[in-house]
């Protein structure tokens, strides 16, 4: 699958896991974003925002949650220069106050996306995708959105094979 870029936005440092606070070194997100470009080829993209934030995770869920009530875009610190030789854009992310977080909105809205297929790619804490499969809709109204399969973040790294394996039947 040449034509495929896997874009994702992942968190590291403290998160709330199964009854307590976890530093991870690497976000879940990215891990299986990871299993996904190694099973399929293609390209990966990481959607990482300038302004860093909090380190504590308390605090970090409040500037994320500041930021959709605002309806705010994240200034992210670089793009793919184009899309134009994609075909298809596995989008994976966490889900944050059971939708999108804020900095992919701002990946989505900088591209046109017309005779794109987007598969999201979720990870969340068993909210499963909320409603961020119709917020890519929104945000990319011009592309092809299919729901793809959602795995609670602290199983990630046990679901290698899982993602895979879903990759592989794209």
């Not at 870029?5 to 891990?31: N, P, R, W």
């Not at 309806?71 to 939708?99: E, M, V």
């Not at 790619?121 to 890519?136: C, E, K, L, Y």
């Not at 299919?146 to 046990?158: A, F, L």
Request: net charge negative; glycine share 10%; proline share 4%.
């Amino acid at each position: 699958m040449e034509h495929v870029l896997t874009a994702f936005f992942s968190m590291t440092g403290e998160t709330y896991a199964d009854g307590g606070v976890v530093d991870l070194e690497k976000g879940y997100t990215q891990i299986a974003a990871e299993y996904i470009q190694e099973a399929i080829g293609g390209d990966i993209f990481h959607i990482e925002q300038i302004r860093e934030y909090a380190s504590d995770h308390f605090k970090m869920i409040e500037e994320a949650k500041a930021e959709l009530q605002g309806d705010d875009r994240p200034k992210l610190k670089d793009f793919p220069d184009s899309i134009d030789g994609y075909d298809t854009i596995i989008l994976a992310y966490p889900n944050w106050w059971n939708t999108l977080p804020m900095p992919v909105v701002t990946f989505l809205t900088h591209f046109d996306f017309s005779g794109k297929n987007i598969i999201a790619f979720n990870t969340s804490g068993g909210g499963g995708f909320g409603n961020s499969v119709s917020a890519i809709k929104k945000y990319a109204p011009q592309a092809v959105v299919t729901e793809g399969i959602t795995v609670k973040g602290t199983q990630v790294e046990n679901s290698k094979d899982k993602i895979q394996k879903w990759a592989k039947e794209l």
